[in-house]
Every structure is written in structure tokens, then in C-alpha cells.
């Protein structure tokens, strides 16, 4: 009986890890594209190409995994009892290691036109001016903003997804929404309504793992403890891409929770 529950603890993280990961590959693909070539996409392109990397990688993951793909989702459910906290840390690591590996394989991929453009415009990479490098890979927030400012885009971004996103899962809805081809589909239109509409405010991640990972990696590659601060002297903005998505789930998880119960 252990055996087995170890192989299915360990056949689902590596679904978390390979659609966490798919997604982080095809969102930061389409961000190096725009950046490294003459095709330009602009940002209804590229909040499409992340909402559908979403919805392919729920088809994939979520009748092994239930698609959690993402820190913030798999603690709000621990923290709601419907999860085990076995099952925590585990999902967690294999989330971030998916990310990390993907960015590694973006990284991989376009290495020579990435080498190009930094010759092209005399960056060296760790200084200030790679941090116009370092925005395909990461999420710096607005530094322009307040730390609070930011912050509470983050958070309320969070809080507005976890509250539809139950909402979707509701048993009480119509055939329609019970589909469960039509529930990805809804998810990746939705995170992609919210960075449409949220990221010109303040850069957003909505995912800890699609930023942690990818920092990781490149703090790894050259860009030292710069791929965290992206330059900016208040080191509390390197949280908010990673805390505040998980401070957003709980609360919109709390606030439909209370809501549903009246």
C-alpha cells in the first residue's frame, strides 16, 4: 500500500511539474519571440498565448493531478482542509523545479538570438540595463508605484481569480459550466481578461511559481541576487510577485466562502 501511494504522490508531481511547466515554456517563449525577433506581438497576443498554455495544461494535469499548477492554488486548498498536507511541499517543489526546467529550455532554445541582442545593445549581463533582459523571464512590479500600490494590484488581481475560479468549480451551475471541456477553456479566458486588464497597471504574476522558478534560474546564469531586486533598492518588491498571490488566494477564498454560507 506505501508503494503505491509513493508512485502516485510521484506520478502527480510530475504532472504538476511538466504542466506548470508547459506553461512557463510557451508564456515565456512568446515573450522572448517579441523581444529576440521581428515578430512582434503585442499584448492581447501574449495574454492569449498565457491563457491558452493554461487551459492545455488543466487538460493535461487535472484527472491526475486535479491542475493545482500553481503555489498559491496548492496552499489555499491545504489551508481549506482540501488537501493533505502531505501532498504540500511536494506539489510546491515539483511546481518551481517545472518552472525553473522550462525557463532552462526557453533559455536553451534562444541562446543565440539572446547572445545577439545583448551584443546588439552592449548589455552586460548583471548590470542595471539587463534587467531589459532578465523582463522576458520574470515579473518585476511597476517601480514607479508604491511598494503598496503594487502590492494590492498583485493581491487583488489573486483575490478576483481564486473568487471566479471557485465559482466556475460550483457544483450548483447548469451542464454548461459542469463541462469539463469548457472549464479550462473559461479559465485560460479568464486569466487572460486579467492581465489585459490588470497588467498595465503593475506587472502581475498571478502564479508564485511562474516568477520564483525563472529567478532562480537566472540568478544562477549571471544575474545574481539582480534577477530578484530587478535593480530596485527596496527588496520588498521581489516579494510581491511571489507572496502576494498566495495572500490573494486565501483572501478570495475567505470572502466566497463567507459569501456562499449566507
Not at 37 to 65: A, D, H, P, Q, R
Not at 189 to 194: F, N, V
Request: charged letters at 10%.
Amino acid at each position: 500500500m506505501n508503494i503505491y501511494r509513493k508512485k502516485n504522490i510521484i506520478k502527480k508531481c510530475l504532472f504538476e511539474f511538466l504542466g506548470t511547466g508547459l506553461i512557463i515554456f510557451f508564456g515565456i517563449s512568446c515573450l522572448a519571440t517579441s523581444k529576440l525577433t521581428n515578430i512582434k506581438l503585442n499584448e492581447f497576443e501574449i495574454s492569449c498565448i498565457w491563457g491558452l498554455s493554461v487551459s492545455i495544461s488543466i487538460y493535461l494535469t487535472s484527472t491526475i493531478s486535479g491542475a493545482h499548477l500553481n503555489p498559491a492554488i496548492t496552499i489555499f486548498f491545504w489551508l481549506s482542509n482540501k488537501f493533505n498536507k502531505r501532498k504540500v511541499l511536494p506539489y510546491i517543489i515539483s511546481q518551481v523545479f517545472g518552472s525553473f526546467f522550462f525557463t532552462l529550455v526557453v533559455y536553451y532554445f534562444y541562446n543565440q538570438l539572446l547572445t545577439t541582442f545583448i551584443k546588439q545593445h552592449n548589455i552586460i549581463v548583471g548590470s542595471i540595463e539587463s534587467i531589459d533582459v532578465a523582463c522576458i523571464f520574470c515579473i518585476y512590479p511597476n517601480y514607479n508605484n508604491s511598494f503598496l500600490y503594487d502590492a494590492l494590484v498583485e493581491i487583488f488581481a489573486n483575490t478576483l481569480f481564486i473568487i471566479i475560479l471557485l465559482e466556475f468549480n460550483n457544483k450548483k451551475h447548469n451542464f454548461f459550466l459542469q463541462n469539463q471541456f469548457i472549464k479550462p477553456l473559461l479559465v485560460g479566458m479568464l486569466i487572460c481578461i486579467i492581465n489585459l486588464v490588470m497588467n498595465p497597471l503593475s506587472n502581475i504574476s498571478l502564479n508564485p511559481a511562474r516568477d520564483l522558478g525563472p529567478k532562480i534560474f537566472l540568478s544562477l546564469i549571471g544575474w545574481g541576487t539582480l534577477s530578484f531586486t530587478g535593480g530596485n533598492n527596496n527588496l520588498l518588491y521581489c516579494l510581491i510577485p511571489t507572496i502576494g498571490p498566495i495572500l490573494g488566494a486565501n483572501l478570495g477564498g475567505w470572502i466566497y466562502k463567507n459569501i456562499n454560507s449566507n
